[in-house]
């Protein structure tokens, strides 16, 4: 059963917001994110995870995860926005990332700390245009899942990517306008080293963490 966090963020996917749902490590957001998916599918909603990382989308092999650079066809991110929009748009090459824009309904991004402002905006940019729209992603709806405590994006400055965190993007908050956090700890096993974890990461130790 869900905590009352996960209750709100479950309704607030359910019907159709964009949203970011933040929270440390063992709060339940895999949890949440896995029974939404399942929720929209069965509801004939077309739902696809994204990680920035191949290994987290492993965590989701079972709902066909893969990474946001692949899903996207943003490739290693060498691409200018108006070449790549050309590129999905009349190479065969990309003909599965402009199928991901046309028929997504909702998209679940994991592991949003680790996705730079530079690819976030591209991704906006791609789906918008490719979809013809005005709307932010097009329309579609977009769940930013994680924890940006944790690791942060990886700069590629060769590529002018200077790894800013997406939600310092200027349109960010009115894209995203509810943000919800998932309090409650459900992760049993090592809980004493996870809660050490947890208070060391927003930088206020308790004694008991200290001793
Ligand atoms: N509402 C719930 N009821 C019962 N168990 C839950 C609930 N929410 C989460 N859990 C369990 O708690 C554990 C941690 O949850 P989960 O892996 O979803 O956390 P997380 O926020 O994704 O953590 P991380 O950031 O480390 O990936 C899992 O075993 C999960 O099944």
Redesign the pocket.
Known sequence: ???ED?IEAFNLIKDGHNLLVS????????????KAVKYLRKHQRKADIVCSTGI?AT?FSDLGAQTLHRWAGIEDGRHMNQNLLHLIETDERFISVKKNFLNVDVLFIDEISMISSKVLSQVEFLIRNVRKSNQYFGGAQIVL???FY?LPPVPNELLGDPGNHCFRISWFNDCFPHQII?H?????SDHTLIKCINELEIGNPSDETLA
């Not at 929270?23 to 896995?34: E, P, S, Y």
Request: hydrophobic share 45%; proline share 0%; net charge positive.
């Open positions: 059963m869900f905590d996960q929270g440390q490590a063992g709060a339940g957001k895999t949890f949440l994110i896995k987290a965590h899942v994680g924890d944790q998932l409650l700890i459900h992760r049993q």
